[in-house]
């Protein structure tokens, strides 16, 4: 059975996430790779679930996570975030804190794939605003660690 | 704005629990109470969300867990749960492994609203069942310990 549009909608209210990482690259221009990704984690038994959630927005894919031992139906395409997940949340909306973060998770996503996140303004811009979202989140690098390394670059 | 019914039932699938659990009472003719709960815990951050849904079902009500640090909407009457949970969940299903508490959850009130949880036999069933949900959370006694109670009652 096919999962419903709002359905989606509300499952990922609870148990979805649209986070924001960053990496260093020293061959990169900017120096910092931005990552966005959307994925919803469940435990073994919801695997059927996460199945129905890949096919239901068919782009993404399912993986084990070793870290805290749940599944991640994830998709982390620019392109696929763009044209698929980022329109269906515009279409049917989440109604709790989870909004606020999807706001800036479609403005993060929208300046990646006009490419201007190898423009420091923007990535400076786009740096403030992954650090606004999932504030409980882990994080690898503090914020102030990333805005030195453009700091940097662009002395 | 109001919510949409099969979103409840998406953030339900997440964060929502079915639950029965019960309790020693030495006044009550089996001398174990039973109490059915529907509820949906969510952080401080979401508590307009948990109000939404308060209105969306219009019973049940709204309290802090110092346990968890969480809030709860909950409802525990059971003509409520019959007349407005259970008929919700039946006309927007469920879709994950949160479906089979929910159907052994709607036994479980049926058994209770028909009374007949005053019953020995009946009373064991609604203790099995009760044990097959939510396998991961926790308990306050042994489900043999209430077995227990109700042999020595029979004897």
Redesign the interface.
């Known amino acids: ?1 096919i ?13 979805g996430c649209f986070c924001v990482s960053f990496s260093l690259r020293e061959r990169l221009k900017m120096k910092i790779e931005t990552r966005p990704s959307f994925f919803v984690s ?2 073994q ?2 695997l ?2 996460l199945k ?1 959630l890949h096919a239901f927005f068919n782009c993404g894919a399912i993986r084990y996570s070793n870290t805290d031992r749940t599944y991640k139906y994830e998709v982390r395409s620019v392109s696929e975030l763009m044209r698929i997940i980022i329109p269906h949340f515009k279409k ?1 909306s989440l ?3 989870k909004l606020n973060d999807f706001k800036l998770f479609e403005e993060i996503c929208k300046t990646i794939h006009a490419n201007l996140h190898m423009n420091a303004k923007h990535l400076v811009e786009i740096i403030e605003k992954a650090y606004l979202m999932n504030p409980s989140g882990k994080r690898k690098y503090e914020k102030r660690d990333l805005l030195k390394v453009i700091d940097e670059i662009m002395v």
Request: proline share 8%.
């Open positions: 059975m999962l419903e549009p709002l359905y989606v909608t509300g499952l990922v209210e609870g148990e469940l435990n038994a919801d059927p679930l129905k049917y109604h709790g804190k």
